[in-house]
């Protein structure tokens, strides 16, 4: 019998979250395995996978003490149905290679689902982004006022970062969907098995090519964990800016979203956009502890990027989905104040570097010229204690500037600074219309690069668990293990 300390901090545990969260993989890396060797001619492999077949569709037996881990489970009943059958599937196969090959096949779901999530969250920030495009916003740098632009320039913004994070998601997928199967311990084997059969029934691009590399990589999830620290990076700084916009009652949430005060009856407390950044720091969080679990240990088998590192890596996962969805529902119905953000562009001096372009067209001076004009101009309404929206002819006559009155009038207008700004990626409404568009079509390549992904995954899972092509057209990829 195993130290009941040990069961009780490793072994249970183990059984537990592999029982939640791993067993459909399990059944798939079996499967495969026992339909490759009969492939290669091993007596009742075929027996094997007809078995495995049948369990999956069971109950799983609960945690007994008495046997080690979920894969000693499945072993001793399939050896009291069918001793031959649970002999020939033993055949070439580790714990080793079968493990790294669950973990693979979790990370890659896991994967698969964090991207549809983060393609919803793009739609979501594009449709948001085609209402505003003449919502004019002040933007800020060094937490200063500094330029006007649109709400649709803010949020393609967004929507730019998360289209680059996209890329990252499926270039990880890529290093993640490598099959371990058949490097047995770590030297691989005697029996004359086909690996790349194995890869192609589990719907991996292909088998890693070193047997030792195979059991022993982890630079596959610390890349994992590295894409979620950035994307999450990214959208907890979007979150300080709707924060700071709702705080001002720039943008309101939908009442399912916000809540109140017991004591103070106005407050409409946007906690949905806290508890989105708090989901995204704990997420970041985690990933340092699967960073660090693969830090100074031994090239080789071993638990720690292993089985003690799944766990943390679900809740990284949980909390990023969490972060996810609550920003996305943030984002689909929010209450913009239009009138109130264009008057803080009127009234502030966020206009003004057209005022200076203005002065330099009209004069010729330069614009390093024109620059200290607008600053002495500046110097004198403050001295003033005046707005820019005050400025008159004569002010600027007495710093020595001269511009029409319909000159002045336009180069201090916010929506006529933005109507200027017309060159690629700027904010004028043409650009944006035609930014949007481009926006639009990548998007729409990347969803059905995702769902090319999901229905290669998907006709393997079916093939795997005996499904009829009908059957598996049912299936989502949320519905292959636990919902992370």
């Not at 729409?444 to 229905?455: G, N």
């Amino acid at each position: 019998m195993w130290h009941d300390t040990y069961l009780k901090a490793v072994l249970q545990p183990d059984y537990t979250y592999a029982s939640e969260h791993l067993l459909p993989h399990l059944f798939d890396a079996l499967t495969a395995h026992a339909l490759m060797l009969d492939s290669v001619g091993v007596e009742h492999a075929r027996d094997a996978a007809q078995l495995l077949r049948a369990f999956r569709q069971e109950p799983f037996p609960p945690y007994d003490p008495r046997i080690e881990d979920v894969f000693f489970t499945l072993d001793q009943n399939l050896a009291a149905q069918d001793s031959a059958a649970a002999g020939a599937l033993r055949t070439a196969l580790s714990r080793n290679d079968l493990d790294m090959t669950i973990y693979r096949l979790s990370a890659r779901s896991r994967l698969m689902r964090a991207t549809q999530r983060v393609l919803t969250l793009r739609r979501t920030l594009l449709d948001f982004a085609g209402r505003e495009i003449d919502t004019v916003i002040v933007a800020y740098t060094h937490h200063q006022p500094a330029q006007p632009t649109t709400l649709a320039h803010y949020l393609t913004a967004v929507e730019n970062n998360l289209a680059r994070d996209t890329d990252r998601l499926f270039g990880a997928l890529s290093r993640v969907n490598l099959s371990p199967m058949g490097a047995v311990a770590l030297g691989g084997t005697s029996f004359p098995i086909d690996r790349h059969a194995t890869s192609q029934l589990l719907a991996f691009d292909r088998p890693i090519e070193n047997t030792y590399d195979a059991v022993s990589a982890s630079d596959w999830q610390v890349e994992v964990a590295s894409v979620i620290t950035v994307i999450s990076t990214t959208l907890s700084r979007v979150l300080y800016d709707l924060l700071l916009w709702a705080s001002r009652g720039l943008l309101i949430l939908e009442d399912g979203l916000v809540q109140g005060s017991s004591v103070m009856p106005q407050k409409r407390n946007p906690v949905a956009l806290e508890h989105a950044r708090t989901k995204f720091s704990k997420a970041i969080g985690i990933t340092q502890s699967v960073i660090l679990s693969s830090h100074n240990v031994p090239f080789g088998d071993i638990n720690d990027p292993g089985p003690d590192i799944q766990p943390p890596l679900s809740s990284m996962w949980h909390e990023f989905r969490e972060g996810v969805e609550l920003l996305t529902a943030s984002l689909t119905n929010p209450v913009v104040d239009r009138v109130r953000w264009l008057q803080e562009a009127q009234q502030g001096e966020s206009p003004v570097t057209e005022l200076a372009d203005a002065i330099t067209r009209k004069s010729g001076c330069g614009f390093r010229t024109a620059h200290g004009q607008v600053k002495h101009v500046l110097e004198h309404l403050r001295g003033q204690v005046r707005s820019v929206d005050s400025l008159t002819l004569e002010d600027l006559q007495v710093c020595g500037v001269d511009l029409s009155q319909a000159e002045l009038t336009s180069a201090l207008s916010p929506q006529e600074f933005i109507a200027r700004r017309t060159t690629l990626g700027g904010p004028a409404p043409s650009a944006m219309r035609e930014e949007l568009a481009g926006a639009e079509a990548r998007l729409q390549a990347d969803a059905h690069q995702h769902e090319a992904f999901a229905r290669h995954f998907l006709q393997s899972r079916a093939h795997l668990e005996g499904l009829t092509p009908d059957a598996s057209t049912a299936r989502t990829p949320a519905a292959d293990d636990a919902r992370p």
